[in-house]
């Protein structure tokens, strides 16, 4: 079942399409598309600690396993970039990537305020 | 249901190791990843994989001279290189060994081999001096 769903980018992996703060629309549990933006889960690191949910662009198929995907940050150049490309990650498994991201919600809209008060009424 | 939806989730965008934290590791994660990366080329006839993964070694020796720098210069204060007289040296050839005419301009796994084994005898010095 796909659900829809909001998510806030955080870090500079994903600059210059992404900045910390950005809102995304995404859809849970739609399949990931080539050349799209998706919410995986990379596996544990070396130490067993779990990663968090992070945000990645699917590039292309594993060419050595077309039932996988390869993803990769947008930003090569950040100190500490984590992607396929990485040690310890390499592909990953259709199950591990959550959410297809549909579109940026823009950071200010006529209305913004008011529709949050509203939001926040029904979600609370 | 509506609270499921727009309960906003952070996604991180972000690297493994914090900045600001002095650790060799830094510089053997991304040289393992280049290691990792010819191997994978070795093993694949697709164009525009090997096409990309050219891109990524060369940006991922980049970022091994980064941390190696930022360890060199920032780290390791005069004393340390009182005590340690080769450390100099070390970074030297490991940063080279980083670039064109190492892991950046060429596919060869001896090379990351030998990065690796670089970063490796500065970690023994990097923990040294954090016992110290």
Known sequence: ??????????????????????????????????GRLAIVRLPDDSDGVRRPLAIKRVTMRDPADPTRYWVESDNQTAPGVTDSWTHGIGSL?????????LFRLPASYPGRRLARRVLRRFTR | MLSRIF??????????????????????????????????????????????????????SELVKHHLWVL??????????????????LFNEATKLAGASGTK????????????????????????????
């Open chain 1, 1 to 34: 079942m796909t659900v829809i769903g909001v998510v806030r980018v955080r870090g500079r992996s994903m600059e210059p399409t992404l900045h910390t703060g950005d809102r995304l629309l995404v859809l849970r549990g739609a399949p990931p598309r080539v």
């Open chain 1, 93 to 101: 498994a259709r199950e591990q990537i959550r959410a297809l991201v």
């Open chain 2, 7 to 60: 309960r906003t989730t952070e996604v991180s965008a972000h690297c493994d190791l914090p900045c600001g934290v002095y650790d060799p590791a830094q510089a053997r994660i991304e040289a393992e990843s280049i290691k990792a990366i010819i191997a994978k080329v070795a093993d694949n006839d697709d164009p525009d994989f090997r096409t990309r993964a050219v891109l990524i070694k060369e940006q991922r």
């Open chain 2, 72 to 89: 060199w210069t920032d780290y390791f204060k005069a004393p340390h290189f009182e005590k340690y007289p080769q450390l100099h040296t």
């Open chain 2, 105 to 132: 301009g060429e596919f060869d796994a001896g090379k990351a081999d030998e990065l690796l084994a670089k970063i490796a005898e500065i970690d023994t010095i990097f923990k040294e001096t954090k016992a110290a």
